[in-house]
Structures are given as C-alpha cells and as structure tokens.
C-alpha cells in the first residue's frame, strides 16, 4: 500500500488523513485474488481513495489505548470499501513486563465476504539498551 495527500492532526492524541492510494496484491497459488476470471495474472494494481486515522490515549499511567482504522476504496468499486481497523491496549504490569491486547478487524471483499477478527493477549518484556 502507498499513498499520498493530506493529514490534519486534530488533537495530540488524534491525527487522520486522506488521499490518494495504491494497492498492490502478488501471489502464486491464489490467482483468484489477482485474476478472478482467468486465474493467470499474478500481481493486481489498484488505485483509489484512502482515508487513516489513528488514536493514541493515554488511560491511566500504565494503561495505553492506540487504534488505527484504515479504510481503501479502488475507483472502478467506490461503493465497497476495504476495512482495518487495529486497536491495541498496553498495560506495563512492571518496569520490564508489559501487556499488550491487540483486537484486528479485516474485511475486503475481494478476500472474503466474511469479517476477520484476530485477537491477542501477548506479554514481552522491555529493556533499554542505551
């Protein structure tokens, strides 16, 4: 995915921005995503609009809410778009544990008619090299 145009930043927790986008698609064994009627072609191009916004909040003092939600509509199909919408709660539990639950929202109808979701409880431990 590319994209160009403009971004405005409505607060410090809060920017969107929308343009103009391109979208890629390769594969080998799944032409059907690529090439729906003669399963040859192995790359897809499209073009179209874009729109990101992002999120970031700041909950309580160890407790940090991001979300990005990006939505892609190529212009031969600007009446169905394409749908990521990516949160992430992050709790840091000590100085070297933190928490993260991450909840994924995909759809795009040329994969799929259904929505994907995809959760994760996920623990790592951060440390500062320098």
């Known amino acids: 995915m590319q994209a160009i145009g403009m971004a405005y930043k409505v607060s410090p927790n809060f920017t969107t921005r929308l343009g103009l986008g391109f979208q890629e698609t390769f594969t080998n064994d799944f032409r059907h995503y690529t090439d729906p009627e003669n399963l040859v072609d192995k790359f897809k191009f499209e073009t179209g609009l874009e729109s990101v916004t992002n999120a970031n909040f700041t909950l309580d003092d160890n407790l ?6 990006r939505l892609f509509s190529a212009f031969d199909e600007l009446d169905v778009w394409d749908v ?8 840091q539990v000590t100085k070297l544990v933190n928490v993260n639950l991450n909840v994924l929202l995909i759809y795009d109808k040329s994969q799929t008619l259904k929505t ?3 959760e994760a ?7 500062n090299l320098f």
């Open 84 to 91: 990521r919408f990516d949160n992430t709660i992050t709790a």
């Open 121 to 127: 409880l996920q623990i790592g431990i951060t440390y």
């Open 64 to 69: 940090l809410f991001t979300s990005e939600l």
């Open 116 to 118: 994907q979701i995809k």
